[in-house]
């Protein structure tokens, strides 16, 4: 076919594939039955590829050294990864050669060659399924809302494939406004907010820095080591009890039982840096939707939730433990609640792309993304979450029995991932090796959870 030249590669693509930093999305699916490998060649050609021009072009330079996208031939079979494990083993064993098999695929860079993603057939029986399906794609492709979109362009309900898939409702209402005789401090607060938000996020961007502790090494090149990839499932019921009770988001719940699970983790393993200086850099959907649109409205070019890198970032302090006084864990929440909403309210996030636009035009991507390289580097962790379908997913007739995602390449020891489904939570743990104890930090997550619960609801419901 004849080559033919896309559009330019978006700001937010430039800075991913920078000689600074690369950053790639790992999306696991678990089949509850294997699928004929005969199978995916079709689907893959017919089914994925049609969805976006991007999954079938490279990235290339043209003579101002400016990036865009370049359609190619796409042979499949140079895409498609079906790795050799030892035969005849246990699901838990099988269970840890996934574990390492992501590792090493994390650390892996995609050919210049080839277009810009892989696709794994892990054809062994784990805990959790009978067949692993791993896609991984480079985040220049798009963000999370416009990557798992595409995949579950690809899918079907599991109970009836004639029936779109159901997402859960997002909370977008606009708080009631309030009296007019308070709307001038109203504003003077929020411009203050604006103004403090914003400069600390450059401070931390560039001069401020985390203490080193148990779950951030600090150490130059952390995105070349070899992580574990864990994972836990909450109940989105056992999550809206906490979030009607304190009257927060689910988002704000899971927050706050990562925060008092880091500060438990950390007390437990070196109890002089349980209180050390810690902040989390939490991503936010900058598009206004209520669930996934199609490929097609999300390519149009006044699209209201447009494919590509649509997010912002928020620094978020982890909220510190008392030592005189019992641990508050409902605090954590509230805490996490209380900064989270000032935050997403401010117009920091708009002073804070500006920003970056304006480097970029003034500096170059290279130096942009040595900006966002250090403002990863200088925190903890990343935290970022997608929602999924309410009902069962199948893909060629084939049921879906869980998922998960995981964003490596980020100069960080600890990133934390979620995706809802079928009335459950899944959050992964990507985790530096021979830094973090993954079985030990997943155990005080889900100690800090059951403590919220049980101080949220103490007693069943009458």
């Given amino acids: 076919m004849e080559n033919e030249i896309l559009e330019p590669v978006s700001p937010t693509g430039q800075y991913f594939t920078s000689s600074v930093i690369s950053v790639s999305v790992i999306a696991v699916f678990e089949l509850e039955f294997p699928i004929d490998q005969s199978r995916f060649d079709t689907l893959l050609q017919n089914v994925f590829l049609p969805i976006n021009p991007r999954f079938s072009s490279l990235m290339v330079k043209d003579r101002n050294g400016k990036k865009h996208w ?22 838990e064993f099988y269970e840890d050669c ?30 959790n399924a009978a067949q692993n399906l791993v896609f991984k794609l480079h985040h220049s492709l798009g963000d999370g809302y416009s990557l798992m979109g595409a995949l579950l362009s690809c899918l079907q309900r599991a109970d009836n494939p004639q029936l779109p898939l159901t997402f859960p409702l997002l909370n977008n209402k606009k708080p009631k406004t309030r009296k007019i005789n308070i709307c001038g401090n109203n504003i003077l607060s929020r411009a203050f907010d604006s103004v403090y938000d914003f400069g600390w996020s450059v401070l931390k961007s560039i001069v401020l820095e985390d203490d080193k502790t148990m779950i951030r090494s600090g150490d130059d090149g952390v995105e070349f ?25 689910i988002n704000d719940v899971i927050c706050g ?141 084939q049921p879906i029995k869980g998922m998960y995602f995981m964003v490596v390449g980020v100069p960080q020891s600890l990133t934390v991932t979620m995706v809802s489904y079928m009335g459950q939570l899944r959050v992964a743990l990507g985790t530096e090796n021979d830094l973090i104890d993954a079985p030990k930090f997943r155990q005080c997550v889900q100690n800090a959870f059951d403590m919220i619960y049980k101080a949220a609801v103490p007693f069943p419901s009458i």
Avoid at 100 to 124: G, M, T, V
Avoid at 232 to 242: L, R
Avoid at 311 to 340: E, G, N, R, T
């Fill in 257 to 397: 039982a990562l925060f008092l699970g880091i500060r438990l983790y950390i007390k437990s393993t070196e109890h002089d840096q349980s209180n050390a200086k810690s902040t989390a850099l939490v991503l936010l959907n900058t598009r206004n939707i209520n669930g996934y649109k199609s490929i097609s409205e999300m390519v149009e070019p006044d699209a209201e939730s447009p494919w590509g890198n649509q997010f912002a970032f928020i620094h978020v302090s982890v909220p510190k433990l008392a030592f005189s006084d019992p641990i508050d864990p409902l605090s954590f929440v509230l805490k996490a609640q209380k900064v989270i909403k000032r935050k997403r309210n401010s117009a920091a996030l708009i002073l804070t792309g500006k920003l970056l636009d304006t480097l970029r035009k003034l500096r170059g991507p290279e130096v942009t993304a040595k900006y966002i390289h250090r403002t990863l580097k200088n925190t903890s962790m990343t935290i970022s979450n997608i929602i999924g379908p309410m009902e069962k997913m199948a893909l060629s007739n």
């Fill in 70 to 91: 370049k359609k190619v031939e796409v042979d499949i079979q140079e895409h498609i990864k079906t790795p050799n494990f030892p035969r005849g083993k246990s699901p």
């Fill in 98 to 127: 996934l574990s390492e098999y992501l590792s090493k695929i994390s650390l892996e860079q995609f050919p210049e060659s080839r277009a810009l993603w892989e696709f794994h057939i892990i054809n062994y029986p784990t805990r």
């Fill in 225 to 249: 080591r070899p992580i574990t990839i864990t994972t836990m499932v909450f109940s989105v019921d056992q999550i809206k009890k906490v979030k009607a009770t304190l009257h927060v988001t």
